[in-house]
């Protein structure tokens, strides 16, 4: 069973920053495109940030400039650094990943979320 489990959120002032991590564990023998999406309160979840396998990184552009993606291969991990936050980043962040599980069909990931408050 393959797993995305994103953690690093919480409750920051704007201007601040913070780190989220997702790592994909279980079987897994590829992990290609990794990223991030959002969902504020009583909106669609929007895309955030994409890292692809081979390093190509894109951004929505209400974050461009402020946030950068990452990733570790060698742990299965994406990352997002939210610098400059401000009170409209608030929401909860998934990570989403496009998996090839051992022994079984390429498949699209979700984790659980993680949550985002900006707020003096």
């Known amino acids: 069973q393959v797993q995305l489990v994103e953690s690093g959120g919480g409750l920051v002032q704007p201007g601040e920053s913070l780190r989220l991590s997702c790592v994909a564990s279980?079987?897994?023998?590829?992990?290609?495109?990794m990223g991030w999406y959002r969902q504020a309160p009583g909106k669609d979840r929007e895309w955030v940030a994409t890292?692809?396998?081979?390093?190509?990184?894109d951004y929505s552009n209400s974050v461009k400039g402020r946030f950068t993606g990452s990733r570790d291969d060698t742990k299965n991990t994406v990352y997002l650094q939210m610098n400059s936050l401000k009170p409209e980043d608030t929401g909860t962040y998934y990570c989403?990943?496009?998996?090839?599980?051992?022994?079984?069909?390429?498949?699209?990931?979700w984790g659980q979320g993680t949550q985002v408050t900006v707020s003096s």
């Open positions: 890292i692809t396998h081979g390093g190509r990184k």
């Open positions: 989403n990943a496009d998996i090839w599980p051992v022994g079984d069909t390429r498949r699209e990931g």
């Open positions: 279980g079987s897994i023998f590829m992990v290609y495109d």
